[in-house]
């Protein structure tokens, strides 16, 4: 119910924006309607333009400037989106690889103490059969390591999980990508609508500001839609950032299955949060401890008496060696640490780069919005003060290309002759 509602005010806050789009057509329709259909007629064959002329253009030009400042701030809220959400990644694929090397650790470990189980405690059985106290020892030691093996299966509990988080990571990046380019594009769209309209009012280019003009009516569509998702996305984050670890523990626990006790370990990772797997290392260190001291008991009484069981016996205890390595590798991964790390470095990219940059890129859009608005009730009453002119109006005098350059030349050289 409370997702539902979340949802129903972040469409409404999106709609906020569609809403700004269809007034700030409306204002310029009417402005337009209102410049074109209701203006004084001017004088036949009056040349002076109408007053205010210059203001206009002028207002033109700094909303124009305004826009390629927002521009700027665009580019600078697109990069510190991008690092929040790289950061993300990095954090949620640094976390997979813990979790992956926990998997490794306890399923290598299992296979070699079953192989230990399955042949060098099985031959040195055999090879004790006439001492019964000692062979007791040896199936002690068999009993013990089935209990390490069987305790630390329970370790990998991230072990057929659906939920991963290296195609987690992937997704985001792949998102991310889209979503980067599609900004670039947007601003390099509106930096050039706005030079060139910059240029057409420089040039007095009548055809220039007026496709340029059209330009701007779709990128003010753009920058309104923008803004949209901009502000929705902005408020979903931050109410999201208030109070994360409610949301992501009961997520994580609806798609993975897990239970609260493990997932409140790594994500809370504090003193009132005791270890989940705390009795199963205990009781493993305790087995491993006790094999350890079998073993030193059977090759101080088995082989001076049987030789023969000083293979299995050095083969074993090079296989305890082994497992007391992985044991303490899989103690420090399994302590909260590294994961808590990793899910705090994941909400610092969220909540700080990723939803600073969102409110750049926010500021951007109604900067633009706001210039491109502007732009477009003041160009029509800029190109319409500027001079008649024919096909050539446009050429400079002393360009040696301007056919009526050429033809004073040609009448030139022929006085000459």
Excluded at 11 to 20: F, I, T
Excluded at 221 to 231: F, I, N, Q
Excluded at 295 to 323: C, H, I, M
Excluded at 349 to 374: I, V
């Amino acid at each position: 119910e409370k997702g539902w509602f979340l949802l129903k005010a972040l469409l409404l806050v999106a709609a906020l924006a569609g809403l700004g789009l269809g007034l700030s057509l409306i204002f310029i329709a009417v402005y337009l309607i209102r410049f074109c259909c209701c203006r004084p007629p001017e004088p036949p064959g009056s040349k002076t333009p109408s007053p205010g002329g210059g203001c206009v253009t002028w207002s033109c030009i700094v909303a124009l400037l305004a826009g390629c400042i927002g521009i700027g701030i665009g580019f600078y809220g697109n990069s510190e989106t991008s690092d929040g959400v790289s950061q993300l990644s990095s954090a949620l694929l640094h976390a997979n690889h813990t979790l992956s090397a926990i998997d490794h650790l306890v399923l290598e470990t299992v296979e070699r103490l079953g192989e230990a189980v399955r042949t060098e405690l099985t031959t040195l059985e055999e090879v004790l059969e006439p001492r019964t106290e000692l062979v007791a020892a040896a199936r002690g030691a068999r009993r013990q390591a089935e209990a390490v093996a069987q305790q630390l299966q329970g370790l990998a509990f991230w072990q057929g999980v659906p939920l991963s988080p290296l195609q987690v990571a992937e997704d985001v990046s792949f998102v991310e990508e889209y979503r980067w380019l599609a900004y670039v594009l947007l601003l390099l769209l509106e930096l050039l609508v706005c030079l060139f309209t910059l240029l057409g009012l420089a040039k007095q280019s009548k055809w220039l500001v007026i496709v340029m003009t059209v330009m701007s009516l779709l990128v003010l569509v753009l920058s309104w839609g923008s803004m949209g998702l901009e502000a929705a996305t902005a408020v979903g984050l931050s109410d999201f950032c208030s109070n994360p670890d409610p949301y992501v523990l009961n997520l994580t626990q609806e798609e993975t299955g897990l239970s609260s006790d493990i997932l409140s370990y790594y994500f809370l990772c504090n003193q009132a949060v005791s270890n989940p797997f705390q009795q199963r290392l205990t009781l493993s260190q305790r087995a491993l401890a006790n094999i350890h001291s079998q073993l030193l008991g059977l090759e101080r009484e088995a082989v001076p008496q049987f030789p023969s069981a000083q293979k299995p016996l050095l083969s074993l205890e090079e296989t305890l060696n082994v497992t007391e390595g992985n044991f303490h590798q899989l103690v420090a991964l399994l302590h909260c640490r590294g994961l808590h790390k990793d899910y705090g470095a994941a909400l610092r990219g969220l909540c700080e780069d990723a939803l600073e940059g969102l409110l750049f890129l926010l500021l951007f859009s109604l900067l633009s919005a706001g210039a491109l608005a502007t732009a477009l009730c003041s160009l029509p009453r800029a190109w319409a003060l500027f001079p008649p002119s024919d096909d050539y109006d446009d050429t400079d005098d002393d360009d040696p290309f301007n056919p009526q350059q050429e033809s004073k030349r040609f009448v030139q050289w022929q006085s000459s002759i």
